[in-house]
């Protein structure tokens, strides 16, 4: 092998990651976002270098070092997310860890919103693109496509509704109903059209390396 080429079971493989929570604008000074840390998305992203791939991660903001050996790319909002998953295709895997805002507001104002006295603003939201599903159900679709789902109630139920509908092979269902999101643990169900795999609470850094082994296994040898 040359000197410096990747060497484990993901060496020659593109895998893309998207990590964070999205920040969508309401005027110049506020934002709607949510509590995600970008902790688990960007230890998927490490270990899958780790495992010699080459990463490209798309990350929301989030108050973390780049990771080492993979290449970053900072986005603010859902649609600029979008649209540096869909620069960074083809790739042989995607895992999509971002907990994109569902909503953003349908114009965001270009001055600081006051207080005007009367009733408070409303604020007229429309739904963010679903990019998992984009690319999941899109023509440039990677050979494997894995999502989380974040889910307080009717956590398997509704992780396999988007398995389903995302055009997903695997969803990491996760339960957010505890301290979850920002938190350290992470207790995850492996939900795949063959059925449901549980495992037991692990560190996110555990679930990462677990999970970053599992996409190598179904993703096989390099062909290239
Ligand atoms: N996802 C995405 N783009 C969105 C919303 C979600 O790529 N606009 C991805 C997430 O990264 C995750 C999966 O879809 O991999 C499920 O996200 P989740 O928030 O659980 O599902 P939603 O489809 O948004 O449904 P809801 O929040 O209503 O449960
Ligand atoms: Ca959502």
Known sequence: AVLGEARG?????????????THEPIDP????????????????????????????????????PDPPGVSTVHVETGREMLGAVEAAL???????????????????????IKKTGDAPPALRLVENPDILRTVGTGPRRPALVVGFAAETRDLLENAAAKLARKGADLIVANDVSGEVMGGEANTVHLVSRSGVEAWPT???????????????????????
């Not at 079971?9 to 929570?21: D, E, I, M, W």
């Not at 934002?31 to 992203?45: D, E, L, T």
């Not at 895992?95 to 507001?105: K, L, S």
Request: net charge positive; aromatic share 4%.
């Open 9 to 21: 079971p993901l060496a020659g493989r593109h895998v893309l990651v998207t990590s964070g929570p």
């Open 202 to 224: 692990l560190s996110k850094t555990e679930v990462a390396e677990r999970l970053a082994l599992d996409i190598a296994r179904r993703l096989g040898p390099s062909g290239g």
């Open 90 to 112: 083809p790739a042989d895997a995607a895992v999509f860890v971002a907990a994109v805002a569902d909503w953003r507001t349908q114009d965001d104002a270009a001055h600081k």
């Open 29 to 64: 000074v506020r934002y709607i976002a949510n509590r995600s840390s970008g902790r688990q998305g960007h230890a998927i992203a490490a270990s899958l270098a780790r495992l010699g791939a080459r990463v490209t991660l798309v990350s929301g903001p989030v108050a973390l």
